[in-house]
């Protein structure tokens, strides 16, 4: 994708536009006078791993858990 520069000036004006530019993969260079003073790239979420087990020994299932629900519990779903 194209590199696009903006001022100082021209950045504080069109935030949003210059958001959307980068969000479609531009990448924007905002320059005090002719120099380059910061990048805009689109972020990067890190990736979450999951993990089989996690909650191993940290949650309990008592005996209850398999018990009949009460019925004004059941009616309550219905």
């Keep these: ?3 696009r ?3 100082v000036h021209e950045a504080k004006t069109n935030l949003s536009r210059l ?8 990448e924007v260079v905002i ?4 120099t380059p ?3 805009l790239v689109r972020f990067a979420q890190p990736k979450v791993e999951r ?3 996690a909650m191993r020994g940290r949650a309990k299932v ?3 858990f398999f018990a ?11």
Excluded: I, N, Q, Y
Aim: net charge negative.
């Design 51 to 53: 993990r089989f087990g």
């Design 19 to 26: 958001l959307e530019a980068v969000e479609r993969g531009h």
């Design 37 to 39: 003073v910061a990048r």
């Design 1 to 3: 994708m194209a590199v």
């Design 68 to 78: 009949p629900l009460p019925e004004e519990e059941l009616a309550a779903w219905e």
């Design 31 to 34: 320059t005090r006078g002719k």
């Design 5 to 7: 520069s903006f001022s």
């Design 62 to 64: 008592t005996d209850d």
